[in-house]
């Protein structure tokens, strides 16, 4: 406890409260006992594997519970001025052994499991990943957090507590099945459920026009329906700091005494309806093929801008400042378009509610949000139908409408832009039905804008949002992605961290990975032994796993080159050309005689990934590659050199398992096309070398690291734009040709199921230019097994990449944020140090 001016008079209880939780392993073994008892009901003497893993996590969320408190009062205390970090997508992975480490109690919850008949690894492994995200920007949502506690900034994540998260994968008969991942099955000990905290949120009715005591004339929204949010705390432990942040995720929930005319309908149809309020947050991406489901993502989004504004405007105004403020003391980050409806909402606040002048709440707004785009795909850029959006949000229509207008006006008068620059920047799209570009919105809304690696935000400048950078130079900056490296290297691999601490002579690199930078330079023989034996250790851990997963039916190779793909199944990703490439692998050694093949560099192939439900191409390829797999590692002349796995239901604890052991990675997008990638870094940090396209975030981690150290290959960005543009032809090359003749004839069963991924290379109708790079990437593999042939080299390229990393941590980024697009400042709460172990 901080405060003791603000301590009620009951000293001795408070100081109780302060005393009860001791650190030592008894106490920790108490807690946990009682946990036992009292929360979980549990008989004291059952000890049940899942219920010592919640009665850990029950004891260890108390103690944050008490770090997060003090971190609060400290903020207020300090007047801090916030960042509250929106997103749709948290993909936060497991907690428990992370936030132990943060917290620096592994020690005695290590030893009082043991107590307990126990071991931690065992435990750990229970609990289910918070699967709360689909992939990259949901994972930098999770690192983020990470290191905003950690750096000590004041800051908020928000988001949904949806009932589902990304669907389960399952693979019967080489095909993706999608089960739907009820991950609050056996409940999440980490959350605390906040009834006290519920918002109403409005949704359809009508606007009305009303006169104020001043006569003038006010517009005010009547939601014809309304829904309750309620808030679930997150503890978010910093790593050897006792600054403890909270996530914040809305749950919905009926409010029925809010819509009184629905008091007289029937109770079956209010039952209805208390059932769909409630789904409002049952599953991440609701399907978007129907005008119902199109509706039910907006809703989401809107759901959970409006509870989070009131949340922040709520804290905002403890401090009885005027909303002139306001950007003084919040930063509101959009993690990509799918908040920026918070943007009109905040409108709606400060006109409507606040009663403020259009441009001084217009002013306030734009100096409030920053906005961060996670990708170029045209098709990803979000767009809702006019219609729909005013029916949902008849006032939020008005204003989207008059930001619009005031926007273009004051382009068409300070700017001379044609008509076709000024429909390409305006928020609505003049199509039928008329559509509103979120990410205009976004971009208009807000101060700054960001792209996620240096060649994504050229991109951006040069060609999305070309209008824009010629409009407002300097808005749209860059801030390179990062990983954090508590999770993505001292959690994950921690023989690996022993060596480099053992190096450094201390961890301080866990919270300044730049340290690694200073090893450069002085490489040594023992360290490059340790880095050799992490691989082994990490290499034999997932062999292990494989082969459980497997019924003993894959037994991995451990001496063979393990080499990776793992993310998002997508086109412009090409797992395609990886496996088209492993095919050819197989025809080569199929060719060559029993000696010849015994000198061929061993392999084994990993994928991993999901493919959107309704993506029939991205399906194909994990049909293909499973199928491959198949057909590969039973021939008797090939598995003993050639192995490839699909590792179902790819999630974050399954990427821990997989980044340590890997030796190369792939991140072989067509160039232009990955945003930034977060997995080549954490790959690298692990001392993996990259097979990769100078795209996204691999362009400076090779630069950062070498190229030389690398396997780059392929078309570069304006390459990939030539050949789109020339609509140029590729030849096929000959040994594309005899793989593609290999699916054709059914080697890896009925040619029908990969038609849509071979027809369009025949047809050169390859947007993603598979044919062009594929020989390209069969050269940058052969360089890959000619430097495996020699360990030495290959080891020294491994450690000079892991050296390399020091900008690529998630802190690095942060610090930027804070700086360059915040303004917020650490505040660390003065108490006693405490070490990690
Ligand atoms: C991803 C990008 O595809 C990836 O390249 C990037 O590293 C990551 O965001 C974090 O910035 N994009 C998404 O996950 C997404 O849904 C709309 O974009």
Redesign the pocket.
Known sequence: MLQAARRPKLEKLWDLVDEYLHNDTESIMRSMADHFEYTLARNKWNLAPQSLFQAAAYSLRDRMIEWWNDTQEYFYDQDSKRAYYMSIEFLMGRTLTNALISTGLLSPYYEALKEFGENLETIADLEHDAGLGS????R?AACFLDSLATLNYPAWGYGIRYKYGQFKQNIVRGYQVETPDFWLESGNPWEIPRQDIVYKVGMYGSVQYVTRSDGSLAVKWEPGHCVGAVAYDTPIPGFNTKNTLSLRLWSSKPLVDMNPEELKADPWDMLRQNQADEEITSVLYPKADSDSGKELRLKQQYFFSCATLQDIIRRFKKSNRPFAEFPDKVAIQLN?THPTVSVPELMRILVDEESLPWDQAWAITTKTFGFTN??VLPE?LEKWSVPMFAHLLPRHMQIVFEINHRFLEEVKVKFDCSPEVISRLSIIEESNPQQIRMANLAIVGSHTVNG?ARIHSEILQQSVFADWHRLWPGKIINIT?GVTPRRWLYCCNPTLSSAVTKQLGGNAWVTDLSLLKDLRSHITQEFLRDVREANKVAKERLRKYVSKLTNGAVDLDTSSLFDTQVKRIHEYKRQLMNILGVIHRYQCLKALTPTERSQQVKRTHIFAGKAAASYQQAKAVIKLINTVADVVNSDPQTKDFLTVVFLPNYSVSLAELIVPATDLSEHISTAGT?????SNMKFAMNAGLIIGTLD?ANVEIVEACGQENHFIFGATAPEVDKLRAERQSVAIDQRLYNVLISIERGDFGASSNYRWLIDPLWQGNDYYCVAHDFPLYLEAQQCVDADWRTPDVWAHKTVLTMFGMGTFSSDHSIHQYARNIWNIKPARMPTEHITTV
């Open positions: 992939g990259g920007l949901g930098l990509d996670h990708t990803a996620v992605n990955e945003a930034s990638g977060t996204g």
